[in-house]
């Protein structure tokens, strides 16, 4: 009886030991995973940065093109009103 109660400790000692190894690895691999996720989160976030960056540069050029042209307004009705 107390050879079979042994090797059940041992047993459940083994077992003990397998789940703990078990859990550690799938720790790494979710951390793993986790570190990846980040670093996919960060390239998006760095994509959209360079997107909004592209749009609102297109949005400046726009403002000083269109401000430019009415400045040109301007000074051209100012210089038919002036005369030569």
């Known amino acids: ?11 459940v000692a083994t077992i003990v030991m397998v789940l703990v190894i078990a ?7 979710v951390d793993q995973d986790m570190q990846t996720k ?3 989160m960060l390239a998006v976030a760095e994509d ?4 909004m ?14 401000t430019t042209m009415i400045l040109e307004v301007i000074v051209n ?3 038919q ?3 030569p």
């Not at 009886?1 to 047993?11: A, C, G, H, Q, Y």
């Not at 959209?48 to 997107?51: D, E, G, Q, S």
């Not at 960056?53 to 269109?66: C, F, G, N, Q, R």
């Open 81 to 83: 009103i002036m005369g």
């Open 1 to 11: 009886m107390t050879v079979v109660i042994v090797d059940l400790e041992v047993m």
């Open 53 to 66: 960056k592209e749009d609102i540069l297109a949005v400046v050029t726009m403002v000083v093109e269109d």
């Open 23 to 29: 859990l550690e690895e799938a720790n790494v691999v």
């Open 77 to 79: 009705n100012s210089n």
């Open 38 to 40: 980040v670093v996919e």
């Open 48 to 51: 959209m940065t360079i997107i």
